[in-house]
């Protein structure tokens, strides 16, 4: 069945560094692939998303490349904040059809 | 509604004892999911409305749990005689019909069995 693998962490940076989240897929044909994010004591929010190859989403700072060649969707940010701290999903979903999620990244970032 | 509404937001219940749950999704969204987020843990798909039909539920855990919808609004997700290990944030979301349509979630219902 599909399924979404994403970098163990939990991931520790410095404000100002470079963030990659990396994210692959496994599915038959081309799924839309989402970025979520939950940040402490909130709800879980969408945060960026690609609906075909090649697309690239973005928001806050952060993009993401839908990449068919490594089935991949890895997230960036080029200078992370502390407020960027919070836990990080990958997911993929078929139209209407329910969401597939990673595990989960939780990422802090210290000042 | 202008976002997901769930309820309620915590619940402490012992076990044995029957819960309900409650989500209100936003207008007009035909599409209902409940998720469950156990602490620590990413999320696990349980069932997906269409309308008021549940063409997949194949994530309920047990015969335990159930789900209803009534048309394409209010959904309840039951469960009977819960136990330690239904402890969990149980999430809903729904979206619009369609390809690439993002989900919206709800805050959740954080559920206690003691």
């Known amino acids: 069945g599909d399924s979404v693998t994403q970098m163990e962490g939990p991931v520790t940076l410095s404000e100002e560094a470079f963030l990659t989240i990396n994210c692959t897929y496994t599915?038959?044909?081309?799924?839309?692939l989402f970025w979520y994010v939950q940040y402490p004591g909130e709800g879980l929010q969408l945060l960026l998303k690609a609906t075909k190859a090649d697309d690239k989403g973005s928001n806050k700072g952060f993009e993401a490349t839908y990449r068919k060649e490594t089935t991949s969707f890895h997230l960036e940010k080029g200078s992370v904040q502390v407020s960027d701290s919070a836990v990080y999903f990958c997911?993929?979903?078929?139209?209407?059809?329910?969401?597939?999620f990673g595990q989960g990244t939780r990422l802090t970032i210290n000042p | 509604g202008a976002g997901v509404s769930q309820s309620p937001s915590n619940k402490v219940t012992e076990k044995g004892k029957d819960v309900e749950l409650r989500c209100d999704p936003i207008?007009?969204?035909?599409?209902l999911y409940w998720y469950r987020q156990r602490l620590g843990q990413g999320l696990e798909f349980l069932i997906y409305f269409q309308g008021n039909s549940a063409p997949d539920k194949s994530g309920l855990p047990s015969d335990r749990f159930s789900a209803e919808r009534t048309g394409e609004s209010v959904s309840t997700l039951t469960i009977q005689r819960t136990q330690q290990e239904d402890s969990a944030v149980y999430l809903c979301?729904?979206?619009?019909?369609?390809?690439?349509?993002?989900?919206?979630f709800g805050s959740g219902t954080r559920l206690t069995v003691v």
């Open positions: 207008s007009g969204h035909t599409a």
């Open positions: 997911a993929l979903s078929w139209g209407a059809q329910k969401l597939v």
């Open positions: 599915a038959t044909g081309y799924p839309s």
């Open positions: 979301a729904s979206s619009l019909r369609g390809q690439g349509s993002g989900y919206t």
